[in-house]
């Protein structure tokens, strides 16, 4: 049950793009995405609800395709503190609002 | 409080010892989840508290792990007689509400947790 992310790392120049994806093989209520710092805890970024909505956190966004049950995180313009572990989270119907997570993918931001 | 708050943030033990963490969510918040982190894994679910109620034990590994609510508060995580593969870094959430919907899960800092 717990979702595909793709790619597993990703290294990035300061100001440039990136996409990670996630994907289900189960019908999903929502899809969730955090980024986790070293040592810290995870930080929500954004919800999408099914429906294919798009979100955005400053030059973060992201969109939900319902009928593939995959939803994308979009970088853009990358800056250094967008260096992190992303993970998206991802909840069925009825599961107490439970979220699996996948394996997450690492964010290098450089120079 | 503040935010979520999980001690220790480091426990050292030794191997068939018993271990207990702590979670204090945000003041308010029902709902409650304990997930693991693995080095370099994903978060994998271990128990879901609405209240004091815990509707899914389901990721719990083992019957050595258990974990209780008191006072729709503060949360307690024990694990008895512990293995080296129980290492790992322990995390809890809480949201407001809990089940489906916008129900954005704050995240504790976590305990880290090594077995020798």
């Known amino acids: 049950q717990q979702p595909v992310q793709s790619p597993q790392a990703v290294i990035l120049r300061e100001g440039e793009d990136a996409v990670i994806n996630c994907s289900s093989s189960k019908a999903l209520y929502s899809v969730h995405w955090y980024r986790q710092k070293h040592g810290e805890a995870p930080v929500f970024l954004m919800i999408l609800l099914k429906g294919g909505e798009q979100k955005g956190h400053e030059k973060i966004s992201a969109s939900f395709n319902e009928k593939k049950q995959q939803s994308s995180l979009y970088l853009t313009a990358s800056q250094l503190s967008y260096s992190g572990t992303y993970f998206c989270g991802t909840e069925i119907g009825d599961s107490w609002g439970k979220l699996q997570f996948g394996a997450g993918t690492q964010v290098v931001v450089t120079p | 409080g503040a935010g979520v708050s999980q001690s220790p943030s480091n426990k050292v033990t030794e191997k068939g010892k018993d271990v207990e963490l702590r979670c204090d969510p945000i003041s308010g918040h029902t709902a409650l989840y304990w997930y693991r982190q693995s080095l370099g894994q994903g978060l994998e679910f271990l128990i879901y508290f609405q209240g004091n109620s815990a509707p899914d034990k389901s990721g719990l590994p083992s019957d050595r792990f258990s974990a209780e609510r008191t006072g729709g508060s503060v949360s307690t995580l024990t694990i008895q007689r512990t293995q080296q593969e129980d290492s790992a870094v322990y995390l809890c959430?809480?949201?407001?509400?809990?089940?489906?919907?916008?129900?954005?899960?704050?995240f504790g800092a976590g305990t880290r947790l090594s077995v020798l």
């Open positions: 959430a809480s949201t407001n509400r809990g089940g489906q919907g916008r129900n954005i899960q704050y």
